[in-house]
């Protein structure tokens, strides 16, 4: 049985801030999987294990031994694949028909990300089909947010999306979007960096899947709930929350991190751990934070921002009809843009709410901004860099996803 989506978070947390003592021979469990060691052999058996354990068993299970130790547990939430183990793509995880396309969804589903972009598109799906596919979401997921790549290449889901972030190193073209300064709506970064990935992306990028859109949340601001910040010094007295591609643009600001998803951050600042956070709108909205939070800092284009891909198994997309193949791609791809634009209309609203909340906005000084321009400039060298070692011209497609963007903004 599936364990719920609070206990899932839990088993990740909890084995991600884990430090085996035992030796390397024999890796002590988890705190969360000793629970379920009920036979206290300091391994997890096939009928012991749960949640996650459970649809990825055989992918954990590095020595095929049968049973789960603490370094293989270890190193699946913390993203890392079994050294020199084949995984078949076959069907894995939960039954489904065969009519569906099983999605892992992680996320809850009351976030703008699902109910204005993935379940419009899931919608679309079913429709383009004239019914004959469908998309079944998971009931909670079935890896940590580290693995979705691996986890549709493996086939525990058919379907699912993730983030860059989590495969930067793999997966970097898209990862343009995440730059600072860039877009100024999620329908704009979204269409760019599909446009980017099509022009300047490699097929070893997504080996194993078939990309089928990319999506950027809108641009994101900079929270707090101490003071109006009219200096760049300002940010050093800030604890601020921030996860993925947004920790080094925080760290750059000269605050404290603290490295923790924007769900989090809710227990976060009651606690008086984080007194900031990087957010959108709706983030601080969806999340609650406006009972905290009391202070906005702009930035034209975004701090950063979070780089989304939704992917389909690759055999599971190539066995698919030609017809429903077609359909798929009609209602996917570019088409991802104009889902955004249901994020960017819900961010409106939350900027509405959160000026009701109280939340001030105090823009930054014209030369606390140029200090900060500076600052963020190293972000972008860094994301050429990773481009050139899969052979892309980086500078070419920043120029190319930026001009894009231009485009986009003029069109509107």
């Not at 601001?221 to 109006?228: A, E, T």
């Not at 921002?305 to 066995?319: A, E």
Request: net charge positive.
């Amino acid at each position: 049985m599936l364990l719920s989506r609070s206990l899932v978070l839990s088993i990740a947390v909890a084995v991600l801030t884990f430090v085996p003592h035992a030796k390397a021979a024999d890796p002590e469990l988890p705190p969360l999987a000793k629970m379920r060691d009920a036979n206290n052999n300091n391994r997890i058996e096939r009928n012991e294990a749960a949640g996650p354990l459970v649809a990825n068993f055989d992918t954990m299970d590095c020595d095929n031994s049968g049973n789960l130790d603490g370094k293989e547990i270890l190193g699946f939430f913390q993203g890392a694949d079994c050294p020199q183990k084949k995984v078949s793509n076959g069907q894995k995880g939960p039954a489904r028909a065969d009519n569906e396309l099983l999605f892992n969804l992680y996320l809850p589903r009351t976030t703008s990300m699902f109910t204005q972009v993935v379940k419009p598109w899931a919608d679309a799906i079913y429709k383009a089909n004239h019914g004959t596919l469908k998309i079944k979401f998971s009931a909670s997921s079935l890896a940590p947010i580290q693995r979705q790549l691996r986890m549709v290449i493996d086939g525990v889901a058919d379907t699912g999306m993730g983030i860059h972030h989590f495969t930067r190193r793999k997966t970097v073209t898209a990862r343009v979007s995440e730059l600072p300064f860039s877009a100024r709506s999620s329908r704009a970064a979204s269409i760019a960096a599909w446009r980017t990935v099509q022009k300047f992306g490699k097929p070893s990028e997504y080996e194993g899947v078939k990309l089928i859109g990319l999506v950027s949340p809108p641009p994101t601001l900079i929270f707090n709930s101490r003071k109006p910040i009219k200096s760049i010094k300002g940010f050093r007295s800030l604890k601020i929350l921030a996860a993925g591609s947004l920790v080094q643009p925080a760290k750059l600001l000269g605050s404290a991190v603290v490295g923790i998803p924007l769900p989090f951050a809710y227990e976060q600042f009651s606690r008086g751990v984080v007194n900031g956070t990087i957010s959108n709108y709706g983030g601080i909205n969806e999340f609650r934070l406006s009972k905290f939070v009391k202070y906005a800092t702009p930035i034209l284009g975004g701090v950063g921002n979070t780089s989304i891909f939704i992917i389909i198994n690759k055999n599971k997309y190539d066995g698919l009809a030609h017809g429903q193949r077609t359909a798929i791609m009609r209602v996917s791809g570019e088409k991802f843009g104009d889902y955004s634009v249901g994020w960017d209309a819900n961010e409106k609203v939350s900027m509405e709410s959160a000026e009701k909340a109280g939340i001030k906005v105090v823009p930054l000084p014209a030369k606390s901004m140029e200090t900060l321009k500076k600052r963020w400039s190293v972000l972008e060298p860094k994301w050429i860099k990773d481009a050139e070692k899969l052979g892309i011209d980086g500078k070419a497609a920043v120029t190319f996803y930026r001009n894009e963007l231009t485009k986009l903004d003029r069109s509107r």
